[in-house]
């Protein structure tokens, strides 16, 4: 019976968790004056408040240079969505694992999530389309927003970013990320979110060009990437 009374305890605390972050969402599509923020500022179309909270910051941060320092990355500064936010450690051999993990991302997979590796949540179909595009936000400096699904729960439709992070010009050692559910989970803290399925995504905020900005060193790891292609800054690929 007590485990039973922790078990509800528990489960009405991450849906807490949960509906606090959707009440943030509707509060911050709008200003001050409580008119419609534009949605797609600085050209990201992103979906999710936290999600776009996230890229506006690290754009912020990053000024001229094709990625902000881990360093520069101040928790006080994106608190309302810092427990939707991750960073990964760009370590293709051990499957990059987290190195911080927010609260309410470790609520919707029912589990701590730090030194777990990020590849270990999506699906075998989806794996080495997730392996490939970390290592393009690692090579190429420039983030990625994608929609993902959850198997289980079969409804968990969510939205994604991951960006680079420098250290010493380069940009293959740490990655920010978030990562939110579109809609409140009606399942959370009673099924644990497993499965990741990618669905489409577009590249955003690609580097600078132009007088005092630095080159992005390139990286010395075997990753598995495909370049060549396109990117514009805050667009499509």
């Not at 520069?72 to 608190?79: G, S």
């Not at 990059?96 to 270990?120: I, M, Q, S, W, Y």
């Not at 198997?151 to 939205?159: K, R």
Request: hydrophobic share 40%; charged share 25%.
């Amino acid at each position: 019976m007590t485990g039973e009374r922790r078990g509800r305890r528990g489960s009405a605390a991450a849906r807490a968790l949960l509906i606090g972050a959707h009440r943030l969402e509707k509060t911050s599509a709008l200003s001050r004056t409580g008119t419609a923020r534009n949605r797609q500022a600085g050209g990201a179309p992103m979906k999710h408040s936290s999600i776009r909270e996230v890229f506006d910051y690290w754009n912020e941060r990053r000024g001229r240079r094709p990625a902000p320092e881990r360093a520069d990355i101040e928790p006080a500064a994106i608190r309302r969505v810092l427990a939707d936010t991750f960073i990964l450690a760009f370590e293709p051999g051990r499957g990059h694992p987290f190195r911080v993990a927010g609260t309410r991302l470790c609520a919707l997979f029912g589990r701590e999530l730090k030194n777990e590796p990020f590849l270990d949540l999506w699906s075998g179909a989806s794996r080495d389309q997730v392996r490939d595009l970390l290592a393009i936000v690692a090579d190429e400096a420039v983030g990625v927003v994608a929609s993902a699904a959850g198997a289980s729960p079969a409804d968990a439709a969510l939205e994604l970013v991951l960006l680079p992070l420098s250290h010493r010009g380069r940009t293959d050692a740490r990655l920010l990320g978030a990562l939110a559910p579109r809609e409140p989970p009606a399942w959370i803290g009673i099924h644990a979110l497993a499965g990741l399925t990618l669905g489409t995504h577009r590249y955003v905020g690609g580097p600078l060009s132009g007088p005092g900005v630095p080159p992005v060193v390139p990286p010395r790891h075997d990753g598995r990437i495909r370049h060549g292609f396109v990117v514009y800054d805050g667009g499509q690929s």
